[in-house]
């Protein structure tokens, strides 16, 4: 049994390895593409490289699962269309015993899954938001295009029809006043320069709405200077879900369950945190706990509720912020798991599959590995409904592997 065990795990390997270098490299095109295009805008290659070693981290998580599914898929159809399972059979081996190794290694596997997507995933997609953001505030408008909606730095949003040399044509730029209310800038002709961290515009036909926090409504001049001062130093940048450690999530979840639960319990979170009251050197907080950060928005926008449009906005995320932190939870652990299921599923797929039907167990395979990332998908688009509960959606496709290995396995015994 010692021989055939070694001999199973060993083929299961030699696939393994094979399946997950080619789904590898085929799912690092998107990113070598995007690299590629970030290049030709002029980003330093130093910080492109180090944007693509950022996001291999994700593509691996993706691509173990699925080289686990294929491997098990074609190792156990090849062992039974080669009759060696019928052998296994008539020798008194039971299937359980041969499949296990191939289901121990892929433990291993989704164990390695679930470190890769709680904890390494989000510290490299936090690390490739920072790298963009230091290159926009390090290269500035050279990165820019026209007829697009461009990232500017300080997260400016910037349109533009033309361009040339520092002179653009019919201007718009989204923009937050000092005290966080979101800015328009419309200009028919702009002069925009660089000096030191400040963004100088000289604007021809221009409207600011809102002008200034203390006088609301719009500003306009046929010819007016305005300043954004330090627009390209660096700021602390609040986390987001997406961007947050698992540990991290389960911490700030009970904070925000009450503040779903009282939008009034935002005063008493933000006296609660020392960092809240601290200031960096672009007068904004210090603290980046994102549900603080809902918190200030909340306490900033007024006690007005519904009748406030932006504080309704606010107080509807506060709601919906305790589900998408669930969903995001139960994504990252079904995500990790997923070796585990697909070689659950794959195995006895592979072993029903015949020489000249190679191709139909490789096809429900597939069927069942794009069912499982489509429900992880559909959680993310449900996440804005607490009452639908999407964080369980997640875990659909798990259930299905389960029960359907359960009747497979006894089938092929």
């Known amino acids: 049994m010692k021989t055939i065990n070694r001999y199973i795990i060993e083929s299961f390997l030699t696939a393994f390895t094979l399946c997950w270098l080619v789904l590898t490299f085929v799912l690092s095109i998107g990113l070598l593409v995007k690299v590629t295009s970030l290049i030709a805008k002029g980003m330093p290659v130093a910080v492109v490289g180090s944007y693509f070693l950022a996001g291999i981290p994700e593509t691996i998580g993706f691509t173990i699962p699925l080289a686990v599914l294929i491997s098990a898929l074609l190792v156990f159809g090849r062992l039974s269309t080669d009759s060696e399972i019928a052998a296994m059979r008539a020798c008194g081996i039971n299937l359980l015993r041969v499949m296990l190794g191939p289901l121990l290694l892929a433990v291993a596997l989704s164990a390695l899954c679930l470190y890769i997507h709680n904890e390494v995933v989000p510290r490299s997609e936090d690390a490739r938001a920072q790298l963009a953001l230091n290159a926009t505030s390090n290269l500035g408008l050279d990165m820019m295009e026209p007829g697009i909606f461009n990232d500017g730095p300080s997260n400016m949003k910037i349109w533009f029809a033309s361009r040339t040399n520092e002179w653009l044509t019919d201007l718009r730029m989204y923009d937050k006043t000092p005290k966080g209310q979101d800015q328009e800038i419309r200009a028919a002709r702009a002069r925009v320069t660089r000096q030191g961290d400040d963004l100088n515009l000289e604007l021809y036909d221009a409207v600011i709405d809102p002008a200034e926090d203390e006088h609301p409504g719009a500003a306009t001049a046929s010819r007016l200077t305005h300043k954004i001062p330090d627009a390209f130093k660096p700021a602390n940048r609040p986390k987001k879900v997406r961007t947050s450690g698992s540990g991290e999530l389960r911490q700030i979840l009970p904070e925000a369950e009450l503040l779903q639960a009282d939008p009034a319990t935002a005063v008493a979170i933000i ?35 519904t009748n406030n449009p932006v504080a309704a906005q606010a107080t509807k995320r506060a709601r919906g912020l305790p589900t998408e932190i669930r969903v995001e939870l139960y994504k990252r652990t079904a995500l990790g798991c997923a070796a585990f299921f697909f070689a659950l599923i794959g195995m006895p797929l592979g072993i029903r599959s015949h020489r000249r039907e190679s191709t139909i167990g490789v096809a429900i395979g597939l069927g069942i590995a794009l069912l499982y990332y489509m429900a992880m998908i559909l959680a993310d688009a449900f996440k804005g409904n607490p009452g639908l509960h999407p964080e369980f959606i997640v875990w659909l496709p798990a259930v299905i592997c389960v029960v359907v290995a359960a009747i497979l396995i006894p089938r092929n015994q």
């Not at 050197?281 to 950060?293: D, F, I, M, R, W």
């Open 271 to 305: 006296k609660a945190c020392p960092d809240c009251a601290r200031l960096d050197a672009k007068g904004k907080t210090c603290c980046l706990n994102l549900v603080h950060e809902l918190a200030r928005e909340l306490i900033a926008k007024g006690p007005k509720g």
